[in-house]
């Protein structure tokens, strides 16, 4: 029995990393639209950035100092604007491998392959992650050459354990987006309602305090509020409204109910449009 499972683990992996291998020899074969996608981020970040020192008059605030006792707003803004482009790998890298799929005419041959569904969405997962590790630490080049920002090296470990766990309930959120590309086609709708709610919520650019009461309640349901607060902590000693152990407990719950919501309507979506006829719908 051991055997057979370990067997079983071992032909998913294959498959996972076999569709993380196509997409990447995908992406390469465009070069000039692969290198777009390292430089626009850094574009994107800029104007964040500059808005910043602009409006505060300097690199450093006090204000933002009595709200997060940290007063570096660059490095403070920097590490939360990271945080957008794993956002966007679960709403739109991976709720649109599907719809990829169709585009190219091979999704009635994915879903014909001997692995869960799951499996497929993994892989997708796998590369997703894999590139946006290559974005950020083109990001974060640019951005020591240019700012000289500082963290701390001893919060580098513990920064990395917590983007693992909020990476596992992101991967939910991505199956979930996933889903509603089966029923809609054009996912990106709802990716863009959800992602725009999303990112008001979670303190990319400003404190968790700044937001109103209902929408600092919301921002705690979101995996990625954890990942940023948890994450500015160990680099930049950014203040914490709860204790460490508290964002490890709730990132760990919501890893098991994103994953086990995304998994859940994933499945009754794919049979249905399985038993309806419209799978292959353009």
Not at 202 to 221: G, W
Request: net charge positive; charged share 10%; proline share 4%.
């Amino acid at each position: 029995m051991a055997r057979a499972r370990l067997a079983t683990l071992r032909h998913y992996a294959r498959a996972v990393w076999a569709e993380n291998i196509k997409e990447w020899k995908l992406e390469l074969t465009y070069k000039a639209d692969f290198a777009r996608s390292l430089i626009d981020p850094v574009i994107y970040l800029l104007p964040y950035l500059l808005y910043g020192v602009a409006l505060v008059g300097g690199r450093e605030s006090e204000h933002l100092q009595k709200l997060v006792g940290t007063s570096d707003i660059i490095t403070f803004i920097t590490i939360g604007y990271l945080f957008i482009g794993f956002l966007n790998m679960a709403l739109w890298a991976m709720g649109f491998s599907l719809r990829k799929e169709q585009f190219y005419g091979t999704l009635e041959s994915v879903f014909a392959a001997p692995v869960p569904r799951w499996v497929f969405t993994l892989g997708m997962s796998c590369h997703s992650i894999l590139h946006q590790a290559l974005i950020i630490a083109v990001q974060l080049g640019f951005i020591f050459a240019l700012y000289a920002i500082t963290v701390s090296p001893s919060g580098i470990l513990p920064s990395l354990a917590i983007v693992g766990l909020m990476l596992i309930a992101l991967y939910g959120v991505g199956m979930l987006m996933a889903s509603t590309t089966l029923i809609f086609k054009q996912g990106w709708i709802v990716s863009e309602i959800l992602s725009s709610l999303i990112m008001v919520i979670t303190p990319i650019a400003y404190p968790l305090a700044v937001l109103p009461v209902f929408m600092q309640r919301a921002a705690l349901f979101v995996p990625t509020t954890y990942g940023i607060l948890g994450v500015r902590h160990f680099l930049l000693g950014e203040q914490l409204d709860f204790s460490l152990g508290t964002v490890f407990f709730r990132l760990s719950v919501l890893c098991v109910v994103w994953v086990a919501f995304g998994l859940i309507v994933f499945a009754l979506i794919d049979r249905w449009t399985r038993r309806s006829g419209t799978l292959s719908h353009y």
